[in-house]
């Protein structure tokens, strides 16, 4: 089936997981489009530039992937988590009320998310957000790690996918997310799931 044709219509899916597994196919269906006009994806494994830049998710995600952890890799996180929440909060960029912030910018904190690993792979990555499956680059590498050359690198878009994506999260977060924000800051999403308390030179965060 085409994309076009799989987009007509919302289709609303029980689960976090079952919603992830459909926007694969999608994306793939969109990757290999892409591919034909000779923009082929830069991404692969071991390629983690886009993981220090800023990610906003849905509170639903955040608990999925917090869920579906180990106990023991839970316990590993939590000085992460409070470590780039401080950096954060320090760092003046950006308000714990806003979802806005430069991806250059933040990439000069040299903040990785908390959940890649040491040999520069996704601990999650079956269960990575949403905003992680649609942040695909097509132009050279070199626009993904060098900082001066970030701002000309080029990304596959398809509104159509991004638009269905937003409104499959706010029919998955119904009865779950009851109060607070529906999309947010990764890591302080995680940050509250954990009831992790950070004290920075600014006073309590949470």
């Not at 955040?62 to 996180?77: K, V």
């Not at 050279?140 to 937003?166: G, H, L, N, S, W």
């Not at 940050?191 to 949470?206: C, K, Q």
Request: overall charge neutral; aromatic content about 6%; hydrophobic content about 40%.
């Amino acid at each position: 089936m085409a994309m076009s044709e799989t987009l007509k219509a919302p289709v609303w899916h029980a689960s976090v997981p079952d919603f992830y597994a459909w926007l694969d196919r999608i994306l793939e269906l969109a990757k290999a489009k892409t591919a034909s006009k000779g923009r082929p994806l830069t991404c692969q494994a071991h390629c983690s530039s886009c993981c220090s830049e800023p990610l906003t998710v849905s509170r639903v995600e955040a608990r999925h992937i917090w869920d579906r952890l180990p106990e023991e890799t839970r316990q590993t996180l939590v000085p992460r988590i409070q470590a780039w929440m401080v950096a954060m909060e320090t760092s003046g960029l950006v308000t714990f009320q806003s979802n806005n912030l430069d991806a250059v910018q933040y990439r000069r904190l040299n903040l990785v998310c908390p959940l890649l690993s040491a040999d520069g792979l996704c601990s999650v990555y079956a269960d990575r957000p949403t905003s992680c499956r649609l942040h695909m680059a097509v132009g050279p590498r070199a626009c993904c790690d060098d900082m001066d050359k970030r701002p000309r690198q080029q990304f596959m878009m398809v509104p159509e996918i991004t638009r269905y994506a937003a409104l499959c999260m706010v029919h998955l977060s119904e009865g779950v997310v009851e109060t607070g924000h529906l999309v947010g800051w990764f890591g302080i999403f995680l940050g509250l799931i954990t009831d992790v308390e950070v004290v920075s030179t600014r006073g309590t965060i949470r």
